[in-house]
């Protein structure tokens, strides 16, 4: 209290627009931003087909059994069993060569 009886009214005046200033930026600026920034980085991946496709395949499961997303993966469980944890893997290593292959295809294009 000491501080503050000992300040003048224009630096009262001063100290008391930056703290307001401080808080507007803390409490709406930044959130307004960030706001802005995933609407428009969701708008923008919405003109994406592949984009499309990858929400398709992970969200229409039913629509789309025959076919998987590239980042679908199962869920895993430490109580899972060594050999179906195995064969999991084994099924990724598979996914993941077949990447590899589709990938020489698209470079050359």
């Known amino acids: 209290l000491v501080f503050i009886a000992n300040v003048t009214p224009e630096d009262a005046m001063a100290w008391c627009i ?27 991946s919405r003109l994406s087909g592949q984009v499309r496709r990858e929400v398709q395949l992970l969200c229409c499961h039913e629509e789309f059994e025959k076919m998987q997303s590239m980042f679908h993966r199962p869920p895993q469980s430490r109580w899972t069993p060594a050999s179906r944890r195995r064969e999991l893997r084994r099924g990724c290593e598979e996914m993941e060569n077949n990447l590899e292959a589709n990938a020489c295809i698209f470079d050359s294009v």
């Open 18 to 44: 930056a703290c307001i200033t401080s808080t507007a930026q803390t409490v709406l600026a930044v959130p307004l931003l960030m706001t802005i920034l995933i609407l428009t980085i969701v708008a923008l």
